[in-house]
């Protein structure tokens, strides 16, 4: 089945013990990107990649990392999670050009 | 920044009726496309249009785009209580092949 997976579905940790949220599709996409959801806010996009060793910023990449060694794999690093980025998650993959696939989401709180 | 916003914020209509939301954008784009959300699950793809494209359909939905007025539409005809969701205009940019969300309407369809 084509999807985007997500792990983990929640997560609570306190402030400043690092994390990794990955995210993984199996449809051999190119482009891969990460949003956080908050109330009123819609969906934010932090980071995205066009292929592997490609990542760029997007409209939220402070205190975030990325990396994209593989295609399918693309995970979220928080070096030293804040309680600002208690939030809803998305990792996205699609073709250029094309739809995206989301994952299902990874609730964070940071306390 | 945000590159789309959808009109209105929130629309409560009754079962069998029509329910119409708007989407405003700012820059040159490749292709619109719409999301559904239902609540804090992942956004699942509805429609795209390209920007040479007028309109498109897909069962009960119908979008439009007007590229001299930068907006789209996003018809859903003889709405289901099952139609209740948020619904997010996202575009993408003719400078990359990053995708730009709005902030989303909600939509509530009352049986």
Known sequence: EAQVTQNPRYLITVTGKKLTVTCSQNMNHEYMSWYRQDPGLGLRQIYYSMNVEVTDKGDVPEGYKVSRKEKRNFPLILESPSPNQTSLYFCASSLFGQEQFFGPGTRLTVL | ?111
């Open chain 2, 1 to 111: 920044s945000q590159q789309g916003e959808e009109d209105p914020q929130a629309l409560s209509i009754q079962e069998g009726e029509n329910a119409t939301m708007n989407c405003s954008y700012k820059t040159s784009i490749n292709n619109l496309q719409w999301y559904r959300q239902n609540s804090g699950r992942g956004l699942v793809h509805l429609i795209l249009i390209r920007s040479n494209e007028r309109e498109k359909h897909s069962g009960r939905l119908r979008v439009t785009l007007d590229t001299s007025k930068k907006s789209s539409s996003l018809l859903i005809t003889a709405s289901r209580a099952a139609d209740t969701a948020s619904y997010f205009c996202a575009t993408e940019e003719t400078s990359g092949s990053r995708l730009t969300f709005g902030e989303g309407t909600q939509l509530t369809v009352n049986p």
